[in-house]
C-alpha cells in the first residue's frame, strides 16, 4: 500500500527526525530505512529539500565524509535542538495518532467497519 504524499507531509519531516536520530546518516539511506518501515518509495527530491530545511533551521547539522564506493556523502546527526524536535513531535505524533483511533473506532470511518447498502440502511 503505498501512503498518500498529501497524508505524509506533516509527518515526514518528523520521521526524518526519527532516522536521523538513530545513527548519523545520508540522505540515500535515510529513504531506504524509510522504505524498510513501510513508507514506500520517497523520492530524492522530498528528502533532499527537508534535509536541507532541518539543516537550515539548526535541527541537524551535517558533515561530509568520503565513501568507499564513489563520491564523499553528506552524513545528518541531530543538533541539541533536532533532539528537542524530535522529543515534541513524538508526543505531537501520539496525541494525534489517539484521537484518529479515537473517532474512527466510534465512527463509520472504522477500519472493520463495512458499509451498509442503501436498501438495508433504508429497511431498517
Given amino acids: 500500500m ?20 538513530e545513527q548519523e546518516t545520508y540522505g540515500y539511506e535515510i ?3 524509510l522504505e524498510r518501515y513501510g513508507f514506500g ?5 522530498t528528502i533532499y529539500p527537508l534535509l536541507l530545511r532541518l539543516e537550515k533551521n539548526g535541527l541537524a547539522e551535517a558533515v ?20 528537542v524536535e524530535l522529543a515534541s513531535f513524538i508526543q505531537n505524533y501520539r ?5 484518529v483511533d479515537n473517532l474512527l473506532r466510534e465512527t ?17
Avoid at 463509520?108 to 431498517?124: F, M, V
Wanted: charge should be positive; include cysteine.
Fill in 64 to 83: 561530509y565524509r568520503q565513501s568507499e564506493v564513489g563520491p564523499r556523502r553528506k552524513y545528518y546527526r541531530l543538533t541539541a535542538a533536532g533532539e
Fill in 31 to 33: 529513504s531506504q530505512q
Fill in 2 to 21: 503505498v501512503i498518500p504524499s498529501q497524508m505524509l507531509k506533516g509527518t515526514l519531516e518528523g520521521c526524518i527526525l526519527a532516522v536521523i536520530g
Fill in 108 to 124: 463509520k470511518g472504522a477500519a472493520d467497519h463495512e458499509p451498509q447498502s442503501k436498501t438495508t440502511a433504508a429497511g431498517e
Fill in 41 to 45: 518509495k520517497i523520492a530524492e527530491g
Fill in 95 to 99: 496525541a494525534l495518532s489517539r484521537a
